[in-house]
């Protein structure tokens, strides 16, 4: 296209011509006060003083090919015309960056190197509206992003991100100790001491593993109430909990063990038995479900709840044996949960069995 | 799950870090978050974002506390600016924490609209927003600013521009703040209270905006101020309002040292305090840059506003543009011969608005003062080109009479237009 435009120049109207290299070799020749319109390009030819000729061509960076070069002259052919009215730019860059994504990318690419900053922007801004308002999947569509996060990562990314099962774990905990510690001290003022003790065992332990993270619970408190009062009726049926619970998890562990054929008889015995208690328990186990981290509770559906209950009563039970096997225990909860019942802790599975054989008595948990 | 179609790879991703920053800069601060989970590679581009924006347009009706929280928690690097604006805060817990974190992340341009519904009391400002030492634009609304005394420690050094709306001052002066800004060209301060005395020193400031209630104020060292307006509201805290200080006449304390303005606003109950004192012939200095001079609240039946009035026409040569809204003061009397008299002098002394082109008089009431007024402009105004009318919007029957009255006055420019508009008729020309 240039050497035609060369051949029809009149001979009153001499052009200066630039010479352009792309990273490809091909070279271009583009007029003067249109190569000038691009800074990195106007400052090669004041400092370096090349691009008049065919040999001292300008070498553009690898960023630009030739056929993006040709566009991105077109807007500086336009632009440079002092002329032009706001109007007659804005509709001439509305329809310039009707091309597609890809090349869309080349562009703005090429144009940050050649340091044309009102061509970047424009074109950031193109796809920046092809971003905006989209769902994910449009627009991986779009740009034919890899979708390679895992389902996790991929919550949404304001969520609260309190995901850790161990964490989680323990802050209900907590919230669940400091609810009956307070209904405690309602009912009996004589035992606040060792309640106290119990407090802070679990508080040292929480802040020790959480860094604090109990403080948040403070203000949640008052949102509910009502739980509150559910909560002091389980209280007395908490005895009830634990036995039925212990009966359902143990299935779990021990059959995924396969080991101890008494203990299997056992269960299924107790099992039977202690429906009953069970069924009263499942009752009540729903409303215990949403305490008081209510946003923690948010995106659990309620058979991860469940299970996250028991969890936390095993764990509550744990807690109130030895200390330094309590530690051990929690440091080692996220990886070998399924050995933990048997293998770790001699004592509390055989106060299981104990407590199955004991079934109906009630407990005292605490 | 790598899904590659047929036409395309990645090419957006692998862009450099400055434009994808200029493309997720273009997106509300909502759908930039959101492409953390399009891809591993766009897990955290978005943490350099460096401005955070929760304006109205983010829409973010709940949690507002919390997502803020998060976002800065995760964000990474420098934020240059950061905005808070146009959503309704249900409690201020955690605003300190971020100004604090923000203070570390070097913040540019700060933009905090702490409308707290409810009732609850004003938000108080912790003392860390001094630390943002990086600051530019600061804009501040709905807050308790508690200045401290010492100026130690206390300024911004590069603070360009100051806008606080509806704040409440507690502690020292605001002299001192804006002494320690010696960059600042802007200073806005709408709906204000708490101050006492004002006193402008500040090299750099070119314009300033003041709608509050004070006592005192002056202009000691601004030598580039072009812009002023002044619009003073009640002082409510003791004593009276307009304090007589000796002989001298406030306006003179007020307006001397502001010898480069070129636009001068007075209006609210600033006429009045300009007027306690002995008022001048004109002024001691002559402003010769002043080019538009908008005065509102002129109540016409005062003898001393009016005089206030007539010093600064005489000490403007240069004058261009004059807009005048006029009031009525409902307590005074409508006593109008002073006025009159003084008028009648002032009609004798001579041509003193030599470059006047454009006049706009608003509210007037059609009363002889007022016509007066009108007719002396006229007279003494030789290359006055328009003359815009709008009365006050009970004024229906008064006005035809007016119009009349206003035919028969002679005008010393042979271009002058006068244009009479009905009430709510009138457009804003030129």
């Given at each position: ?5 060369m051949?029809?120049?009149?001979p ?14 091909s070279?271009?020749?583009v ?5 000038m ?5 106007c400052?090669?030819i ?5 691009g ?36 007659e ?8 960056i009707?091309?597609?994504?890809k ?16 061509l ?6 193109a ?6 308002g ?20 991929k ?20 919230a ?13 003022n004589?035992e ?5 003790v ?10 020790f593993i ?5 403080d948040?619970?403070?203000?949640k408190?008052?949102k509910?109430?009502?739980?509150n ?5 389980q209280?007395k ?20 063990e ?16 202690t429906?009953?208690?069970q ?9 215990k ?7 923690i ?7 991860m ?11 509550a039970?744990r ?5 330094p ?9 996220g ?11 001699g ?13 109906c ?5 605490h | ?8 790879c ?14 997720l ?5 909502k ?9 591993t ?16 347009e ?17 964000h990474?690097?420098?934020?240059k ?5 146009g ?46 030492k990086?600051l530019r ?11 401290p005394?010492?100026s130690?420690?206390?300024?911004f ?23 320690s ?34 006592r ?15 619009y ?13 200080q ?20 007075l ?13 001048p012939?004109?002024?001691p200095?002559?402003?010769n840059?002043?080019?538009r001079?908008y ?10 506003v ?23 003061d ?25 470059e006047l ?9 059609g009363m ?5 007024f ?12 328009t ?7 009970e ?20 271009k002058?237009?006068?244009?009479y ?10």
């Amino acid at each position: 296209m240039s050497e035609c435009e060369m051949v029809i120049i009149k001979p009153e109207v001499m052009k200066s011509y630039i010479w352009l290299q792309t990273a490809d070799g091909s070279i271009q020749q583009v007029e003067e006060e249109v190569a000038m319109f691009c800074p990195m390009i106007c400052r090669e030819i004041l400092q370096t003083g090349m691009g008049s000729s065919k040999n001292y061509a300008i070498s553009l960076p690898q960023r630009v090919n030739p056929s993006i070069l040709s566009l991105i002259l077109d807007y500086c052919r336009f632009h440079q015309v002092p002329g032009r009215s706001n109007k007659e730019r804005k509709s001439f860059d509305e329809k310039f960056i009707r091309i597609d994504t890809k090349r869309l990318c080349e562009l703005t690419s090429a144009a940050d190197s050649l340091q044309l900053k009102p061509l970047v922007d424009l074109t950031s801004r193109a796809l920046a509206r092809m971003i905006e308002g989209k769902s994910p999947e449009e627009i991986r569509e779009t740009f034919h992003l890899p979708d390679d996060l895992t389902e996790e990562e991929k919550l949404e990314p304001l969520r609260n991100t309190a995901d850790d099962p161990r964490i989680r774990l323990l802050n209900r905990l907590y919230a669940r100790k400091r609810k009956e510690l307070r209904e405690r001290e309602k009912l009996k003022n004589v035992e606040v001491e060792e309640e106290r003790v119990d407090e802070r065992s679990v508080d040292d332990l929480l802040s020790f593993i959480n860094g604090g993270v109990g403080d948040s619970k403070g203000g949640k408190t008052a949102k509910h109430k009502k739980k509150n009062r559910r909560r002091k009726d389980q209280a007395k049926g908490t005895a009830l909990n634990n036995v039925s619970k212990i009966s359902k998890k143990e299935p779990e562990y021990l059959s995924s063990e396969c080991n101890n054929g008494e203990a299997g008889n056992i269960i299924e015995s107790s099992s039977s038995k202690t429906s009953k208690v069970q069924d009263v328990a499942v009752d009540s186990l729903g409303p215990k479900v949403e305490f008081d981290d209510g946003d923690i509770d948010d995106e659990l559906d309620p058979a991860m709840k469940e299970e996250l209950d028991r969890e936390v009563e095993d764990f509550a039970r744990r807690l109130n044996s030895d200390w330094p096997e309590r530690m051990q225990e929690i440091l080692s909860l996220g990886q070998e949960r399924r050995h933990v019942p048997i293998s770790m802790n001699g004592n509390g599975s055989s106060r299981r069995y104990t407590r199955l054989e004991q079934r109906c008595t009630p407990m005292d948990a605490h | 799950m790598k899904t590659v179609t047929s036409s395309g790879c990645d090419r957006i991703s692998y862009l450099p870090i400055n434009i994808i920053e200029n493309i997720l800069v273009n997106l509300p601060i909502k759908d930039a978050v959101r492409t953390s989970i399009l891809s591993t590679e766009w897990r955290y581009k978005w943490a350099t974002l460096p401005k955070i924006v929760f304006d109205y347009e983010s829409r973010i009706k709940s949690k507002l506390i919390k997502i803020v929280h998060q976002v800065l928690l995760i964000h990474v690097g420098y934020i240059k600016k950061f905005e808070l604006s146009g959503l309704a805060l249900r409690s201020c817990s955690g605003i300190d924490k971020w100004i604090l974190f923000l203070s570390r992340n070097a913040i540019e341009e700060l933009i905090l609209h702490i409308d707290v519904g409810g009732g609850g009391g004003k938000y108080t400002l912790p003392s860390s927003l001094f630390h943002c030492k990086q600051l530019r634009y600061l804009e501040l609304r709905g807050c308790i600013f508690r200045i401290p005394p010492t100026s130690k420690g206390l300024g911004f050094n590069h603070l360009k521009r100051l806008r606080l709306y509806n704040i409440t001052f507690v502690g020292s002066t605001i002299g001192c703040l804006i002494s320690s800004c010696p960059l600042l060209e802007i200073l806005e301060l709408d709906d204000f209270n708490g101050l006492t005395d004002i006193e402008v020193d500040a090299p750099n400031l070119i314009l300033i905006y003041l709608c509050g209630s004070f006592r005192r104020i002056c202009f000691k060292n601004c030598p580039l101020l072009v812009n002023v307006a002044i619009y003073k509201c009640g002082y409510s805290i003791g004593g009276s309002n307009y304090i007589d200080q000796g002989r001298r006449s406030n306006l003179i304390k007020a307006l001397g040292g502001l010898a480069r303005i070129e636009e001068l606003k007075l209006g609210n109950e600033t006429m009045k305090f300009l007027a306690t004192g002995n008022i001048p012939r004109k002024l001691p200095h002559i402003y010769n840059h002043l080019r538009r001079l908008y005065l509102d609240c002129i109540t016409f039946c005062n003898l001393k506003v009016i005089s206030v009035v007539f010093c600064l026409f005489k000490s403007v040569p240069k004058l261009q543009r004059l807009e005048i809204s006029a009031q009525l003061d409902k307590g005074a009397p409508r006593d109008m011969e002073p006025v009159l008299e003084f008028m009648e002098e002032q009609f004798h002394s001579g041509c003193f608005l030599n470059e006047l082109q454009v006049v706009k008089m608003r509210y007037i009431y059609g009363m002889r003062v007022e016509l007066e007024f009108l007719k002396l402009l006229l007279a003494n105004a030789p290359v006055l080109e328009t003359m815009c009318i709008a009365p006050e919007s009970e004024v229906t029957a008064a006005g035809s009479n007016m119009c009349k009255e206003l035919l028969r006055f002679c005008r010393a420019s042979p271009k002058a237009k006068i244009l009479y508009f009905e009430p709510y008729e009138e457009s804003d020309e030129d």
